[in-house]
């Protein structure tokens, strides 16, 4: 069994990490203005739940582009922030090229679809950051805001979203946001850390979140489509979420990882900070569904954590692409000082035992989380989801992964008829490992042999999974009301 994830914050002896990416340390990143903010919607934020974070149609998010300030709020309405940015990152080899396409303080993804292998009018008015609620105030507004999505959104591959008997949404979680970007303007490609010609991806983005007083509440799905709508073929390609988190105080922050958990992890290094005082939270992503290696395995975990401090950041689309493959500057795997051994994953000790190798450097960090590699044809598409979770800090908390959840019956997917079956139990966060996608173009996962109920539903400890997408999950009708039990969400972790 994996150790069990561990965020808390703990006064450690300050060290000096090994690792350096730029050529001149030390200096302050550039956080630049983004280049076109007449077509960049900056007006949502996902926050139905304790967290409030911006979405973009850029790929960004976590991050207010207006102000230029942190963008993921917990608890939601306090001021304090626990994240400055995000965003996805993708890397390939394009004819033995190194190609990036990537997201961090600016974004190589222009907003909008891909046709005829180039990119649409960015600035056409559908390519904008949709929302919807589950629950509204009115049918009068939730009929708008669905008339609104189904106009601008569903043409452009965003699932179908209904009505359900009750007068509810059938959305994913309590709150949905929606938007597609691509990256096949070569023009995008601007950031330091990339400018490679395009590598022709588009990515249809879906976060979801729930209303839930555990820890479903203080909790993120992102979910990632990236279809190969270009010519290129994409081989050892690799998929990562790159963050700067920030928890509190940008200066005062450890790092971590659980390999056995898909996950990466950022705390406070000392007892009291200078927003959140003595309630510094801990802040993680958790990759929940991996990139397919090939089309009859299961999907990949994660393969790769790199950390790097500020001032040290990639350069170069060389250092990123090693970056996403868990390998430092010059291309060689990290070295765990505690065993000897290499690694790709930095920081994989438990810093609440003081055990294995742990960040020891409080400052200003961050981390990306890479899986791969796989290959991408044109006409293909990957699936790939993760989890944004925050916790309020208890010195002897410990985090376990959302609850899990299978499938009895085996759920067809898109492109061929061989089936999957995903070794080990799927975390019930996926809210979407059973059931087809709702897009008709092809899709590399063949096929998921889960779990269900009678009637369909995926199995919970004590309750049902939440639908995704659109009116089915493991081939049967949905129900009408989907939200998890408080008591799911107390066995997801003891808070």
């Known amino acids: 069994m994996p150790r069990p994830l561990v965020f808390a914050a703990i006064l450690f002896t300050l060290g000096v990490p090994a690792t350096s990416w ?62 400055f940015a995000a965003g996805p990152w993708i890397g390939a080899m394009v004819g033995g090229e190194t190609r990036v396409a990537l997201s961090e303080y600016s974004d190589e993804y222009g907003p909008g679809s891909m046709i005829g292998g180039a990119p649409d009018d960015p600035s056409r008015p559908e390519y904008k950051v949709y929302k919807l609620n589950r629950v509204y105030s009115s049918a009068a507004e939730r009929d708008a805001a669905l008339a609104d999505y189904n106009a601008g959104a569903v043409p452009h591959g965003a699932p179908a979203i209904t009505v359900q008997p009750d007068g509810s949404l059938d959305v994913p979680g309590d709150q949905m946001t929606w938007c597609v970007y691509n990256d096949a303007d070569p023009r995008s490609h601007g950031n330091r850390a990339g400018q490679t010609q395009p590598l022709g991806v588009e990515v249809q983005e879906t976060f979801y979140a729930y209303d839930d007083p555990g820890p479903l509440g203080n909790t993120v799905f992102l979910r990632f489509k990236i279809f190969n709508k270009g010519a290129n073929f994409l081989e050892q390609t690799y998929v990562g979420l790159w963050s700067d988190p920030d928890v509190g105080g940008a200066l005062d922050d450890l790092v971590g990882a659980d390999p056995g958990r898909s996950l990466g992890f950022a705390y406070n290094a000392y007892g009291l900070d200078a927003i959140y005082a003595s309630a510094a939270p801990a802040v993680g992503f958790d990759l929940l569904r991996g990139p397919l290696a090939s089309p009859s395995g299961p999907p990949l975990g994660l393969t790769a954590i790199t950390s790097y401090i500020n001032g040290t950041d990639p350069n170069d689309a060389s250092k990123s692409y090693r970056a996403l493959q868990g390998l430092d500057a010059s291309g060689n795997p990290f070295v765990d000082p505690t065993t000897g051994l290499t ?46 979770t925050t916790t309020k800090f208890k010195r002897s908390s410990i985090v376990a992964r959302p609850p899990r959840v299978r499938c009895r019956q085996p759920v067809s997917r898109s492109r061929t008829a061989s089936r999957m079956q995903t070794s080990g139990a799927m975390s019930a966060s996926r809210a979407g490992a059973c059931s087809a996608p709702s897009s008709s173009r092809r899709s590399r996962s063949e096929s998921m042999r889960d779990r269900c109920s009678s009637n369909g539903d995926p199995i919970r400890p004590e309750a049902s999974a939440p639908p995704w997408p659109g009116p089915e999950r493991c081939g049967m009708k949905q129900r009408a009301s989907s939200r998890p039990s408080s008591r799911i969400s107390r066995r997801a972790g003891r808070l």
Not at 343 to 358: C, H, K, N, V, Y
Not at 364 to 377: E, Q
């Open 22 to 83: 730029a050529a001149a340390p030390g200096a302050e990143v550039d956080r630049p203005r983004p280049l076109t903010p007449a077509i960049v919607d900056n007006s949502q934020r996902i926050d139905v739940n304790r967290i409030g974070m911006f979405v973009t149609n850029t790929g960004s998010f976590a991050w207010d582009k207006t102000t230029l300030v942190a963008g993921l709020e917990f608890p939601r309405g306090s001021g304090k922030t626990a994240v």
């Open 343 to 388: 690694t790709r994953f930095m920081f994989p000790g438990d810093p609440l035992a003081g055990t294995g190798w742990i960040d020891v450097t409080p400052t200003d960090h961050r981390f990306l989380l890479g899986s791969g590699p796989f290959s991408l044809s044109p006409g293909e598409s990957e699936d790939i989801e993760y989890a944004a």
